[in-house]
């Protein structure tokens, strides 16, 4: 009975050891993440995609749309093509936005994710993507807000770029860690 007792002592003093040698591991040179920001210009709807209802709610799949990115990092700049899906209230047309992006520019592109929202105030989406050609192993999250129910408004973007491997001469931006 006295040895079980000491059995969550020795488990604790395990996992303390472990947790101060990941914090040893973890203790390298880290990089930072690389901020960006600026503006996307809507462009053209190539596909309307399908509509239709469910319940009371307006359903939008598969239209696609292009945009062009225009931000202060090159990585970030460039010709998107979405495909976005939306479920609206048919009378406001607000609600939830979710789809997929391309970004691509001379350097590579970027595959992404996002998720957004229409509201009355206006439209606020975040997405994430992963980086290829140049942009392997980054990662970059983007959080587009506009302001107003016009979707011929530009988008204001804001954003930052992360490193998802370790460090590479190769995909580093010029003066920067990553």
């Known amino acids: 009975?006295?040895?079980?007792s000491s059995v969550p002592l020795t488990i604790l003093t395990l996992l303390a050891f472990a947790a101060g040698m990941l914090a040893s591991a973890l203790k390298?040179?880290?990089?930072?993440?690389?901020?960006?920001?600026?503006?996307e210009s809507?462009?053209?709807?190539?596909t309307p995609g399908q509509t239709g209802t469910e319940g009371d709610m307006?359903?939008?799949r598969g239209m696609v749309q292009h945009a062009q990115d225009n931000t202060d990092d090159s990585r970030t700049q460039g010709n998107l093509t979405l495909e976005a899906n939306a479920c609206l209230d048919?009378?406001?047309s607000l609600g939830p936005l979710w789809g997929t992006f391309t970004l691509?520019?001379?350097?590579?592109?970027?595959?992404?994710?996002?998720?957004?929202?229409?509201?009355?105030r206006g439209t606020v989406i975040h997405a994430?993507?992963?980086?290829?050609?140049?942009?392997?192993?980054?990662?970059?999250?983007w959080t587009y807000t506009r302001i107003g129910p016009d979707p011929q408004t530009p988008l204001k973007i804001r954003g930052f770029i992360v490193r998802n491997t370790q460090p590479n001469s190769l995909h580093e931006k010029p003066g920067s860690n990553i």
Not at 1 to 4: F, I, Q, R, S, Y
Not at 104 to 120: D, R, S, V, Y
Not at 128 to 141: E, H, N, Q, S
């Open 1 to 4: 009975m006295k040895a079980l």
């Open 28 to 39: 390298g040179k880290k990089h930072k993440n690389a901020f960006f920001s600026g503006v």
């Open 42 to 46: 809507p462009g053209e709807i190539t």
């Open 58 to 60: 307006l359903l939008i």
């Open 90 to 92: 048919p009378a406001t």
């Open 104 to 120: 691509e520019n001379p350097g590579g592109k970027w595959l992404a994710a996002w998720i957004g929202q229409k509201t009355a």
């Open 128 to 141: 994430m993507g992963y980086g290829m050609g140049t942009y392997k192993d980054l990662m970059a999250t």
